[in-house]
């Protein structure tokens, strides 16, 4: 399933056709920076805080290429969805997990 461009929000988790979680963290003027995990990551058990992302450099694109993916709905916190939003708590994690606050305030600040 292919995501609208409008589908796409900061701080919501999806999950591509290849099993790679993607967290949006910043968007701006149609450009977007996420934290992807490796493909094949397996199923997340978000009771914990622990998400996918450490040590996986933070990716940045066009919102539209990201939609353009395939993605499939996943459960969050027993909620079956095609995306999950993120708690404050978790996206602070994503962030952290793949070095991506300066990169994102260069992309809000621009």
Known sequence: MRLKEA??????????????????????????????????????????TSLPFDNQPF????????????????????IKAIKHKLNESQFAVAIAQCNAKSAISALLAG
């Open 7 to 48: 589908e796409v929000e900061v701080g919501y988790l999806y999950l591509t056709n290849a099993n790679q979680y993607r967290a949006v963290l910043a968007m701006k003027d149609g450009f977007m920076i996420y934290a992807p995990s490796i493909e094949g990551s397996e199923p997340l058990n978000l009771m914990s």
């Open 59 to 78: 990716k940045k694109c066009q919102i539209i290429t990201f939609a353009k993916k395939d993605y499939q709905a996943f459960e969050f916190n027993g």
